[in-house]
Antibody, heavy 127, light 108 residues
Framework: EVQLVESGGGLVQPGGSLRLSCAAS????????MNWVRQAPGKGLEWVSY????????YYADSVKGRFTISRDNANNSLYLQMRSLRAEDTAVYYC????????????????????WGKGTTVSVSS | SSELTQDPPVSVALGQTVRITCQGD??????ANWYQQKPGQAPLLVIY???NRPSGIPDRFSGSSSGNTASLTITGAQAEDEADYYC???????????FGGGTKLTVL
């Protein structure tokens, strides 16, 4: 069974740090690009970060750039999100999501989508 | 602009057809994907690309696109389709993912 399981969430004070993990199973983790997506309480989905299959290409949302670091360990089928200088507005459920793609022969372009999601881990930033 | 705008809450009678839209300039270059999210659950991909359904998604779900607008259509809505629906696409750089604000669907 293809599965992603997040862990590492918890309550942290403003300015603190936290490291989230995402354990992948049931597929060849090293072949897939990955994302972190978060959802604040009662709010919509917000993309946080992307990492390529090798880890050589990384992108961040402006809201977390300079504070969060995404990484992966393909040998251990794991994805990570190191979060520093946490703020109240970082309070959210954090999901890891597998990125897949297909090639559209009509347009000649690749299109990307998130086809597998974990159940999420909750991060609360509060004093 | 890299924003995606979705409809306000929508309701549909059981068995009827409902269309949910997503608007944004980036949709002129990229297809939208659609995700269903029920309370307390993770998002579930229901439509990707031009109009593709992942395995296990009922064929009552379909997608379409025209200009800067992408649409998710549910033909013959069922009670279990009641959920929040989110579109996503890419920003102008193509490197960042952008989500719409979500549309809450109620099945009456």
């Amino acid at each position: 069974e293809v599965q992603l399981v997040e862990s590492g969430g918890g309550l942290v004070q403003p300015g603190g740090s936290l490291r989230l993990s995402c354990a992948a199973s049931g597929f060849t983790f090293s072949s897939y690009e990955m994302n972190w997506v978060r959802q604040a309480p009662g709010k919509g989905l917000e993309w946080v970060s992307y990492i390529s299959s090798s880890g050589s290409t990384i992108y961040y949302a402006d809201s977390v750039k300079g504070r969060f670091t995404i990484s992966r360990d393909n040998a251990n089928n794991s994805l990570y999100l190191q979060m520093r200088s946490l703020r109240a507005e970082d309070t959210a459920v954090y999901y890891c999501a597998r990125q897949n793609y297909y090639y559209d022969i009509l347009t000649g372009n690749y299109y990307y989508y998130m086809d597998v999601w974990g159940k999420g881990t909750t991060v609360s930033v509060s004093s | 602009s890299s924003e995606l705008t979705q409809d306000p809450p929508v309701s549909v009678a059981l068995g009827q057809t409902v269309r949910i839209t997503c608007q944004g300039d980036s949709l002129r270059s990229y297809y939208a994907n659609w995700y269903q999210q029920k309370p307390g659950q993770a998002p579930l991909l229901v439509i990707y690309g031009k109009n593709n359904r992942p395995s296990g998604i009922p064929d009552r779900f379909s997608g379409s696109s025209s200009g800067n607008t992408a649409s998710l259509t549910i033909t013959g809505a069922q009670a279990e389709d009641e959920a929040d629906y989110y579109c996503d696409s890419r920003d102008s750089s193509g490197n960042h993912v952008v989500f719409g604000g979500g549309t809450k669907l109620t099945v009456l």
